[in-house]
């Protein structure tokens, strides 16, 4: 008799638990609207959105190589296969013309699509729930003035079961917060800013947070670092930790500008955030670094000084202190080998890195480039970042004060690029080699070989916004045409 209980029980657990995933599955579509002429929106509401939509980056994922603005069909590699981003501009047919303001809330919010179906975390919504709803209907006011393009992105490849979409109810079950953000009572006006535009718009732990088995943030982990694109994604809960901790004013400056000369340049996606976030107010990028700063983990005694201090009066942080000298060698080399590596690396160190690098070169002077003593990329214990620059490096676009590098990936080949690489790590930036440099420049040719090409943006068709002096000048200006 207790046999059958339990059993009836356990049935009913499980029934139960299949009608409350069909419920949380099926989500009915919403219906279509006539496409509302890009005149029936406010220009403050579109200038609004743009900032909005450069905070977010969504131009990055949503626009592919050499395709048009917004268009989408842009691939992000995943564990579970390859996604496919969508098609946002006005197009009535492929993009969201005919979605109305409460069916792209919900797409934006809860991840189901206009017609109900649900939409893969890769999209953002788990941070996006976060945003309010000005910030919501501004982005759409934004999105819908574009120009409409009609395409329709490839079809998503993505192994079975991960391909059967309703199983992604129960995903959001266990894994979609619950709107917006909790209060925080105690904290300053920056930090609150920052907080919401770093874990909403701006979703910095979508690249900055390893992932589980099924796609989620790992538990505890939060912005301790990943690998996205082939790239390395610096964890960013001990920036104020090492021989070099962050300052608010130099976070501001990467953030806004690409370039912190006490730690070095963006480059790989993190230059697609940047270029974006020159279109965000100074006083929000501030408020980002204040917070990020501060985020709780391996560096939070030390970052709680520093955001304290960021967070006086005058809201300015401690640019200009003293840098501490970078760490010596943690393990000595065998003499011979050493030698070889010198005469090697040397060689190529002068001849493809000394011209701009070498300490008294004239392109040291431009832009304030920073000394690859102190680049991250030189002193990181993850070769990647350093790997891919000298392969890939750093686009020029426009500015000569902008930070960017010739790509030797055509020129080297994987050992020589070993070879400067060790040089360089060992002899400038004074740490130990990084082991197996020559398989791991292999693999990384190989994984970034496709992400290597630029974004070619669309051609404007009517006059850029107004924005706020000094903001969006020369950095995705097309993208961003009302």
Not at 118 to 132: D, Q, V
Not at 185 to 206: D, F, I, K, Q, T
Not at 313 to 339: D, K, L, W, Y
Not at 357 to 370: E, N
């Amino acid at each position: 008799m207790r046999g059958k209980t339990i059993a009836a029980t356990l049935a009913g657990v499980v029934v139960a638990g299949i009608v409350a995933l069909g419920v949380t599955a099926w989500r009915g579509g919403i219906a279509e609207i006539a496409p509302p002429p890009a005149s029936s929106f406010n220009r403050a509401a579109i200038d609004r959105g743009l900032r909005v939509a450069a905070a977010g980056d969504c131009i990055s994922c949503h626009t592919a190589r050499g395709g048009p603005v917004y268009a989408g069909g842009a691939p992000l590699r995943t564990p579970f296969g390859t996604l496919y981003s969508s098609n946002i501009t006005p197009d009535p047919d492929s993009g969201i013309g005919r979605w109305s303001l409460p069916a792209f809330d919900r797409a934006l919010r809860t991840g189901v699509s206009r017609d109900g179906t649900l939409l893969y975390p890769a999209f953002p919504y788990p941070h996006f729930t976060h945003l309010s709803d000005q910030d919501v209907q501004d982005l759409y006011a934004y999105l819908m003035t574009r120009t409409p393009v009609a395409t329709k992105p490839p079809d998503n490849e993505l192994a079975f079961p991960y391909s059967i979409r309703p199983l992604l109810a129960a995903w959001n079950l266990l894994y979609l917060p619950d709107g917006p953000l909790p209060v925080e009572a105690g904290r300053s006006e920056a930090w609150l800013r920052g907080r919401y535009l770093v874990e909403g718009a701006g979703h910095c732990a979508a690249c900055h947070t390893p992932l589980n088995a099924l796609g989620a943030p790992a538990s505890g982990r939060d912005y301790a670092g990943a690998v996205i694109d082939g790239w390395d994604a610096p964890a960013l809960n001990a920036l104020t930790q090492g021989a070099s901790p962050w300052t608010v004013d130099q976070l501001t400056s990467y953030l806004r500008t690409g370039l912190a000369s006490e730690h070095g340049a963006a480059a790989g996606p993190m230059r697609d955030v940047v270029r974006q976030l020159a279109n965000v107010p100074e006083a929000d990028v501030r408020s980002m670094a204040v917070y990020l700063l501060d985020l709780p983990g391996a560096g939070h005694a030390a970052s709680k000084a520093t955001a304290a201090k960021a967070d006086g009066p005058q809201g300015q942080g401690a640019s200009g202190q003293a840098v501490a000298p970078p760490a010596p060698p943690a393990q000595a080399q065998p003499a011979s080998t050493a030698r070889q590596q010198t005469t090697l690396g040397a060689t190529l160190f002068t001849s493809t890195c000394a011209a701009c690098h070498d300490q008294g070169a004239p392109m040291m002077r431009i832009g304030g480039r920073p000394s690859l003593a102190q680049s991250r990329a030189a002193t990181a214990d993850d070769p990647r970042n350093a790997i891919n620059l000298v392969l890939h490096g750093i686009p020029q676009e426009g500015s000569a004060a902008m930070p960017y590098m010739p790509a030797f990936g055509a020129v080297l080949d994987d050992a020589q690029i070993a070879q400067v690489l060790d040089y360089m790590r060992v002899q400038v930036a004074q740490r130990a080699p990084w082991p197996g440099l020559q398989n791991a420049v292999a693999a990384v040719r190989k994984e970034t070989a496709s992400a290597a090409a630029p974004v070619k943006e669309q051609a404007p068709t009517t006059p850029p916004p107004a924005t706020s002096k000094g903001q969006g000048k020369t950095q995705g200006k097309e993208a961003h045409q009302p």
